[in-house]
Structure formats: C-alpha cells, structure tokens
C-alpha cells in the first residue's frame, strides 16, 4: 500500500459475535463486492482514489479498524455488504471511522440491508447511503464516480440507490434488471488490490476439502444466473409467499435473470483465464431455474472448452432442486456429463415429508408437485450416486412448530442416509433455523398471528404469547444477534421442544459427521 494512496474499500466484515453463516467463511472472496469493484474502478480518474478490498473473516476485523485509526484521512468511502450475520461489526467499524473522519462516505448494501433498509437508514446516521436487491451495480458504479467527482445528479436517479432527502425522508429508487446482460467480467485480482486475501482462499479450500487438494483444484465462485423458481408469484412486503421458510434472499424485481449461453460461457472463460478449474456456480437450483441455458450451454460448447483434454477441462458445482432430479433424470446426466459438473448442493432440510412441507419446501408446481418431497430428495441422492458425484446436504434442525417426535424421526433419516452412502458426502451443512430478516420465518417473530395460523395448518403449535412478548422489539431493531433469534425462535416457535434437547441433536449430528470424516458446514 502506497503510504499516500487514498481509497474506496469494499468490506466483507467478520461475523459480530459467532460464526452462525457457513456462507460467510473464508474460502471464498465476496462475488457481490469483486463485481461492484470491478464496474467502479474503470470510471475512477487517473490519480484519483483506488479501490480495496477486504475481508474480514480472513484476516479478523481488527485489522481494518487498526487502518482506519491510522488512515481514516485517506479513505473516501467504506462499502459494506452486510448480513445479518456481521451487520454489528460493519456499523461498529462505520461509526468509528465516521467519528475519525466525519467525510468519509459509508455505503451498504446486500441482504441484511435490503430487508431493513427503511429502519436501517431511520436508526443508523453514520449510513450515509445504501443499494437495495441484486441489480444495482451500474446504478453503485455510477453514484459512487460521480460522488466522489463531486456531480451528483440533482434527481439522485441511480438504480436501486437508498438516501435521504435533504427533509430526512428515506427514498429507495427501483433497481435494473436489464444492466445483468452489461456486466463487466469479474476481475478475481482485486481481491489482493488493499491486502493479500487469494493465497488465503486457496488454502482454506484445501484444508476444507480433501478432494480440492488431491485433485489440485483452484475453486472460484462465479455468476452464471440469479433467482429461483420459488420466488415467483405473489410478494408480501418484498418477500416471496411461495420462497423456503428460512431463505433470506431478497430478489430482485425479476425473480429469475439468466445470460444466454454463449455469455454464460463467456463468463466462465473469463474466470478458468484467471487460473482457476473449480468453478463454484451461485445461482439458487441450478436444474430448474436455469435448465433453458444450461441446455443450451452443454448444447454448443465453445472451442477454449472442447480444445482442453477432457482430463484438463475445469469441473463445476453449485445448487439442485431435488424434484429436478426426480422428474426429470435427464438432467443429471447432462450437468454431469457435458458441463462436467460433480459436486451438488441439495436442501434436505428436514428429512420429513411433514418437515419439509412445513418449511415451503415441497415444490410449487409441475410433475413433482404431488410426490411426497422427501422422496425427491432420495431418488436425487441416488442419481448422484450412480453417477459417481459428491452431494453437501443443507439440513435445518428446526423449524415452525416441531415436536421432539418430528426432531427424532428427521435424525433417524439422516442417520440411515448417511450410514448408507457416506462416501457421497463432501459436507453436512446443519444448524437450527435462524429466522434472519427477509425470511418468512422472520414474518413469525413479527407476525404471532401468521405464526399461529401457519402452524395450525399442519396441527403443531407455537406460544403466542411469547411472540407478542418479542414482537415489537424485531418490528422496530435493525442490529440483531443471531443467537438470540435461533433461542426466541425455539422459544416461540418450537415451545415442544428446548434448547437443550436442539442442542443434544446438533451434537449427534456433528459426532455422525465426525464418524465418517464428512466436512461439518463447508463453507459454501
């Protein structure tokens, strides 16, 4: 770092007090920051700031604040994308550099943000601006040159931009979803742009996985598609009624966005260019959402791919539907044999058909909608089995209404399933449900009635009164800790069972993995 350089720093923050997100480890960088980096930093003047990134669960936050103590005068902005996981942390590190230099411009953005940003901006002043949903990077790109230029627009028309008027009123203006066919191809480099992070990466990956490190694989996360089947249709303050109990994600104005093949192709080029040949896919149920491209994709393979030997060819992983297994088996064989992709994430969740249904996990339409979901899931893990593939399995521990009955059943599947198969684990992902904000499970924390109605749905209850007794506190916070949600969840939510007895089931969950020397988590 030049002594005199001045920055923009893009911050992945450390969790604020535990480790509950496995998507929040440090194998890989922040996809959503490396894309608004890589947008900003052609529009920046010669001389003029430049762009960093950091990452907190990499080298700890303390680091950070130690640079903003000693260099607060040379950063121009801090953007954050901040979970709910480190929302804590970034408004800690964004008040104290405001309070060092009172100029600097403090951004957020990402999930956590979406869903609280009225409260957020009503609650924090040290947040001087923010970006709602998914497709803002063109709208981030050119608020941020022009801020820093001193010409902002008068009519502050920068999509999915967030700020206050000179009165104090919030204003969230729409995002773009055309700008995702505009996006500039990520510049993975720039993650060593403010301090050293790839080396840590690689070698978490293959302390994490001990296939990425015989196989010598160099994995990347890569945006190929965005959404999910289940976010269309019908919205309740922004969040999906047909979305997963406990999935957070905030879509954007289009629930499903997709480049065509010959992009998508393009993108990943630009990614094996880098030097990378395990390309982790982002997109959510990669054999429903995105089959047309994927299709297309494995249909007309361009010469950089087909001129590798096969053995040379860089392999890919990334989310599955298990009813896109299921109904259609055709896919499997494509995904794996023509896109090479080898390794999948599936939301068993439950382990119950009861579980499942009650978490919105059944599917919502077509050939599967009638099957019981549980068996989806089993004849996907044998799909994958027969084709020598590797599966992580998203397990929820609870969930609206469970009884100790329910919890014993859905640990008796996963015992079987594993004992079975446990060569075709990479990891068991699992915790207790975290009813984080943007989540339906959210809405029953502030909802006690939805709650109530939602669990008689299926004959279980919940303990009204407990909710009401929590309700104003999550209608009105914007900082929250994700322990003290997971304990008023099972308290409210779960009142069959305790925390002890959740606790007892994590612990045999963990000794089953542990058994069989399957990664816990894996931090994707």
Known sequence: MAEDAQYVLFINANDTSRHTSSANTAIYPNLGLLTLMSALRPKLADGGPSVGYFDGTVHGNSVLVDFIEA??????????????????????????????????????????????????????????VGFYGNDVVEGFAEFMSDRLAGRLRPAMDYAGLVYRDPGGTVH?????????????????????????????????????????????????????????????????????????????????????????????????????????????????????????????????????????????????????????????????????????????????????????????????????????????????????????????????????????????????ALTRIVEEHPKTFAALDFGPLCPIPGSQSYRYLTHPDYAEARAAEFGLEVDRAY??????????ADELDMDEMIRDFIAGCCPKVTQDLVDEYMGRMNALATKHGIVIGGGV
């Open 172 to 412: 969230r203006n729409p995002e773009n979803p055309a700008e995702y066919q505009r996006l500039p191809l990520v510049d993975y480099g720039l993650v060593d742009s403010f301090i050293p992070h790839e080396k840590h990466y690689l070698a978490g990956q293959q302390q994490v996985y001990f296939f990425m490190r015989d196989r010598e694989l160099r994995s990347q996360v890569v945006d190929i598609g965005r959404g999910c089947v289940k976010f269309a249709g019908e919205r309740l303050e922004g969040v999906p009624l047909n979305a997963c109990d406990f999935c957070g994600i905030i879509p954007g104005v289009r629930e499903i966005i997709a480049p065509e093949a010959e992009r998508a192709w393009r993108i990943l080029e630009n990614v094996h260019n880098q030097g990378f040949n395990y390309f982790y896919i982002t997109a959510d149920e990669l054999p429903l959402t995105l089959w047309r491209m994927l299709r297309a994709m494995a249909a007309n393979p361009p010469e950089w791919f087909l001129a590798l030997p096969e053995a040379e060819r860089p392999k890919m992983f990334g989310y599955a539907r298990a009813e896109a297994f299921a109904t259609g088996p055709d896919r499997i064989d494509t995904l794996v044999n023509k896109l090479g992709l080898d390794h999948f994430f599936i939301g068993f969740d439950g382990l119950s058909d009861v579980s499942l249904r009650v978490m919105n996990k059944q599917p919502i339409g077509g050939r599967g909608r009638a099957h019981a979901p549980m068996g989806h899931n089993l004849r996907a893990l044998e799909g994958v089995i027969d084709r020598g593939g590797m599966i992580t399995a998203g397990l929820v521990v609870t969930h609206l209404g469970i009884t100790p009955e329910i919890m014993a059943d859905n640990h008796e």
């Open 467 to 476: 909710l009401e007794s929590r309700m104003d506190f999550y209608r009105t």
């Open 71 to 128: 260099h607060a005068h040379r950063i121009r902005a801090l953007c954050f994308s901040v979970l709910t996981a480190n929302y804590g942390a970034s408004i800690a590190m964004a008040k104290r550099a405001k309070e060092l230099n009172p100029d600097i411009l403090v951004v957020l953005g990402n999930d956590h943000f979406s869903a609280l940003y009225d409260r957020v901006m009503a609650n924090q002043p040290a947040v001087d």
